[in-house]
């Protein structure tokens, strides 16, 4: 059973073979055009709650495509469009091999130089992640946009300084410094563009309530060529880059917005 991946062979066009949802109404990414968002005042009405607690010995690993931390203590987010607690289980980003590409959510089809996205399941309606993962309301994911700065980002500082240390496949390293994953999210919460839809890799499941926020965080060069030098396998295997679904149609769906 070949893998799915990002190359030719393997990559998004082929995914539906193994994976027929790939072809579904409620599928991600998406490209946002925030003329066509409808803002819902709903969604201020009821604001978009953080509460994350400091992680004590965060675990970062690769799993081969992607850089992703593990989340233990109790993180949990409510508001905006959700209804019930959701609870902050991974995070993990999708980058490029260029700043001219990178992310998988699009602005007016723009793409960032990468994605960070924080995973969350249902804790109101579902005992755990792996319960909850092919619920159509069974998580929520916020997309975070990375743009370049000169300035390096203090709070990816602490794991794009280690990020050598699990640069192969499988490699795992507990972050020594508590980490509170707050310091990951843009200044401005209250503004984002909120959707139905899916994860953006296989299992591709639609259980996914997407909340992108508007104001991308800031990342130094430096941190995004840390990201570039992680490897698919072991040493001497390909770097991992281009680790992005391009966009899907929003079809039906209605996106909405927390501002006008
Ligand atoms: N990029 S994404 O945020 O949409 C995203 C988040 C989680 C996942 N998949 C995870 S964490 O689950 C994989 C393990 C699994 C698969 C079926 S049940 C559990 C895939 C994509
Ligand atoms: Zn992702």
């Known amino acids: 059973m070949a893998t799915w991946g990002y190359g030719n062979d393997n990559g998004p066009a082929t995914w539906v073979k193994s994976f027929p949802v790939a072809a579904g109404t409620r599928q991600s990414p998406i490209d946002i055009v925030p003329t066509a968002a409808k803002c819902d005042t709903k969604l201020t009405e009821n604001p978009l709650t953080v509460n994350y607690s400091p992680e004590p010995a965060m675990e970062l690993c690769n799993p081969g495509l992607s850089v992703k931390a593990n989340i233990k203590s109790k993180s949990v987010i409510k508001g905006g469009p959700l209804e019930g607690e959701y609870k902050l289980e991974q995070f993990h980003l999708h980058w490029g091999s260029a700043d001219k590409q990178g992310s998988e959510h699009t602005l007016n089809g723009k793409m960032f130089p990468a994605e960070l996205h924080l995973v969350h399941y249902n804790a109101t309606k579902y005992s755990s992640f792996g319960e909850a993962v092919d619920k159509p309301d069974g998580l929520a994911v916020f997309g975070i946009f990375l743009k370049i700065s000169d300035k390096p980002h203090q709070g990816l500082k602490s794991l794009t300084d280690v ?11 507990n972050i020594k410094q508590e980490y509170n994953p707050v310091c990951l999210l843009p200044d401005n919460i209250n503004k984002y563009w909120t959707y139905l839809g899916s994860l953006t890799t296989p299992p591709l499941c639609e259980s996914v309530t997407w909340i992108v926020f508007e104001e991308p965080i800031e990342v130094s060069e430096d941190q995004m060529k840390a990201f570039r030098a992680l490897c698919c396998g072991e040493c001497g295997s390909a770097p991992i880059v281009d680790n992005y679904r ?10 909405r917005a927390s501002f006008q």
């Open 163 to 173: 990020l050598s240390e699990v640069q192969y496949k499988d490699k795992s390293i």
């Open 246 to 255: 391009p966009p899907l149609p929003l079809g039906n769906r209605q996106l």
